[in-house]
């Protein structure tokens, strides 16, 4: 079955630094997500990739996908505060009209002040 | 606000009691998954319905039930607790297979004492 690393497993940085959280697949990746979810509440979407080099940005957060390398990387620039949660990945293992979405153990990020 | 709604949000409960855990999704949203999130096991994929049909499993205990009903909203059944089904339930919607996007509710908090 397919399965996701995240990297780092927590961060702290300072508010204003950039950080990148990576995310690898152990298969082949047919769609990968990112959400955001704060401590114990539901998950936010973040962006969605499909294709291979494909990369979006969404206000200071971008995202790309390295399909041959079966990775994709989440970068936040000029980090603040609001940024702070955890950070999952997912992906559909059967690519099947994204059904199904697994998720990565996610990435806690903290951003002092 | 997601637009999905989970009852309750916390339940607190005894070893070998069952309960039902219910997910309104969007309005207009024909998919329902569930997600039990845990410490040590992260974000696992329970199952999904689409339309009143079950269409992926993930990896639910056969302890553990769900359908999704003619108005479209969906229960989870919870039957035989065990200490380690202690763990946030999240339902999360979408508008249509291969959407992509999934709307996550604020989850069901469960302890099982």
């Known amino acids: 079955s397919q399965e996701l690393e995240q990297s780092p497993q927590s961060l702290i940085v300072q508010e204003g630094k950039n950080l990148t959280i990576n995310c690898t697949s152990s298969?082949?990746?047919?769609?990968l997500y990112w959400y955001k979810q704060k401590y114990g509440e539901g998950l936010i979407f973040l962006m969605m990739l499909q294709k291979g080099g494909e990369e979006k940005s969404h206000e200071k957060i971008t995202a790309k996908l390295d399909e041959k390398k079966q990775q994709s990387s989440l970068h936040i620039t000029a980090s603040q505060p609001s940024h702070a949660g955890i950070y999952l990945c997912g992906a559909d293992p059967l690519k099947t009209s994204y059904d199904k979405v697994i998720f990565g153990p996610g990435t806690s990020l903290s951003v002092i002040p | 606000d997601s637009g999905v709604t989970q009852t309750p949000k916390h339940l607190i409960t005894a070893t070998g009691q069952r309960v039902t855990l219910r997910c309104s999704p969007r309005s207009g949203d024909l998919s329902v998954y569930w997600y039990q999130q845990s410490l040590d096991q992260g974000l696992q994929f329970l199952i999904q319905?689409?339309?009143?049909?079950?269409?992926a499993k993930g990896n639910i205990l056969e302890r553990f039930s769900a359908q999704q009903f003619p108005d479209l909203h969906s229960e989870l059944n919870l039957s035989s607790l065990e200490l380690g089904d202690s763990a946030l339930y999240f339902c999360a919607s979408s508008g249509e297979l291969g959407a992509g996007e999934l709307f996550f509710g604020e989850g069901s908090r469960l302890t099982v004492l």
């Open positions: 298969k082949t990746l047919y769609g």
């Open positions: 319905y689409y339309n009143g049909e079950e269409r």
